[in-house]
């Protein structure tokens, strides 16, 4: 079983930055593929970006070239860098793990005024 912990929410105004952090609790971290989903009120999960094992990114089309995902296999966690945050990047998001198995986080609210 994996956890998965993120941070880095909160309240942001329209145009700022946040950065979410996600950390693994798995030896074998570089094995898996990671990214990041997040979930507005009434709407479905939707893919925001991925990251595989070897690098190779991709995004949803609504945050590509705002959002950037990495990760750092030494210190098993991947990074969401969120850019020119838009009222509609609102949401709770979640960090995702996969290898084999799929893992979910608890969730981190991010919140973005207009």
């Known amino acids: 079983q994996v956890q998965l912990v993120e941070s880095g929410g909160g309240l942001v105004q329209s145009g700022g930055s946040l950065r979410l952090s996600c950390v693994a609790s798995?030896?074998?971290?570089?094995?898996?593929?990671m990214g990041w989903y997040r979930q507005a009120p009434g709407k479905q999960r939707e893919l925001v970006a991925i990251i595989t094992t070897i690098g190779n990114t991709n995004y949803a089309g609504s945050v590509k070239g705002r959002f950037t995902i990495s990760r750092d296999n030494a210190k098993k966690t991947v990074y969401l860098q969120m850019s020119s945050l838009k009222p509609e990047d609102t949401a709770v998001y979640y960090c995702w793990a996969s290898y084999y198995e799929e893992y979910w986080g608890q969730g981190t609210q991010v919140t973005v005024s207009s």
């Open positions: 798995t030896s074998i971290f570089s094995r898996y593929a």
